[in-house]
């Protein structure tokens, strides 16, 4: 009876603490690309909105080059309140013609817990929508 009652504690407690945190937790709005053919950079930002006291944040941005794995980058850390975030990348060997694609994804994932978006290398500066 006490091992019942204990396990009924902890699991209310749980819950407490993680239900909150999953309720605020947002999945990456959209992603937008700019690659700089010149510079070898890509810029990239996120649109991530979190309810204040979450501890939601993106924890990955991985970069495909020609559907290839390139880098991939962990976060441990919280973005600011309904925001966006913005990430700079320097050395990023593209050349024209080629397709980049970012995908960014959240710590907290609620429905596919990420967002991608792509882009195809032009001469000079190239932008997605």
Request: some cysteine.
């Amino acid at each position: 009876m006490k091992t019942r009652l204990f396990l009924t504690i902890v699991f209310i407690i749980t819950a407490a603490l993680i239900t909150p945190n999953i309720l605020s937790a947002k999945d990456p709005a959209w992603v937008k690309l700019t690659y700089n053919l010149d510079q070898k950079s890509l810029e990239v930002i996120i649109g991530h909105s979190r309810i204040k006291g979450s501890t939601d944040h993106i924890s990955r941005v991985e970069i495909k080059i020609n559907g290839v794995a390139y880098k991939t980058f962990n976060y441990k850390y919280n973005v600011p309140n309904n925001s966006r975030v913005v990430y700079f990348y320097n050395d990023i060997q593209a050349k024209k013609g080629d397709r980049i694609e970012v995908t960014a994804t959240s710590a907290v994932p609620v429905e596919n817990g990420s967002k991608s978006c792509n882009i195809v290398v032009q001469e000079g500066v190239t932008q997605s929508n």
